[in-house]
């Protein structure tokens, strides 16, 4: 029985692996190929789509874009969740609903609704943002905002951060040193993850790019699109634009799950640092 269980293991996540790993493959062979017509492999392999994509000034600007508003995204919702949570968990609960509603609101309607809503607004009440990449900025902040939430806020209720906040004050710890000392660096774990979840959304995020500034503010998926829309697609330079997106991504996810390696047992470290000063 243990032989058969671990032969459907190893089954099924050969499956998955396939599942997964397959398309990606494709992908990256199409990147090298120099032609691919019937075979089941590519006709030939060729560096040439690699050196003429990576010295494309264009597909440099659409990535240095991409990568700069997701990290300025990333930066936003870091500034704005991370004091939200800390403030509806230790002075005021009642706000609750009202951060939730808001986090569902972007699992609920589909991106493309949620631009033209901020579309609308912006023009009724601030029209000289419209078309701008601050408002873009913002959009994606937004809709990007719900993954860091939910990480947060579970880090914080494993963390007990009202017992940390207890303790700090009691140490005659200000609410700010309290959030920088304490609290951070016990949601290490939930604040990096949902950060490359946020960081994702926004690299990858195509409909509030074309709705709320369109071409003036090409990014790695507008980019894609013309690639592959144009009368004669570049498949070569859209594959190598694909792979070079993974790999941006998965570097980060591993980043991330490096850091978090061996951080379960710190989520109390900094109450028992603040007990222990209390009680000297």
Known sequence: MVFVGRLGRGALFAA?????????????????????????????????????????PRLQAAVARTFGLAAAVLVLDI??????????????????????????IPFVLPFIVIAFGILKLTGFAIPSLLGTPPLLLLGHAAIAFPFLYWSVDGAMAAANVVKLNEAAQMCGATPLQTLRHIIVPNIGPGLATGGMLVFATSFGEFALVQVLVGARFENVSLYSLDLLTRTSADFGTLAVLTVLTF??????????????????GTAVAGARAMTAEKDA
């Open 16 to 56: 998955l692996a396939i599942y997964l790993l397959l398309p990606l493959s494709a992908v990256l062979l199409s990147s090298f190929a120099t032609t691919w017509t019937a075979n089941p492999l590519p006709d030939g392999y060729t560096l040439a789509s690699w050196g003429e994509a990576l010295a494309n």
């Open 79 to 104: 500034l704005l969740v991370v004091p939200a949570v800390y403030w509806q968990r230790v002075r005021n609960p009642r706000i609750r609903v009202v951060t939730e509603l808001c986090a569902a």
């Open 247 to 264: 790999i941006v991504l998965f570097v980060i996810s591993t980043g991330v799950v490096w850091s978090n390696r061996g951080k379960r």
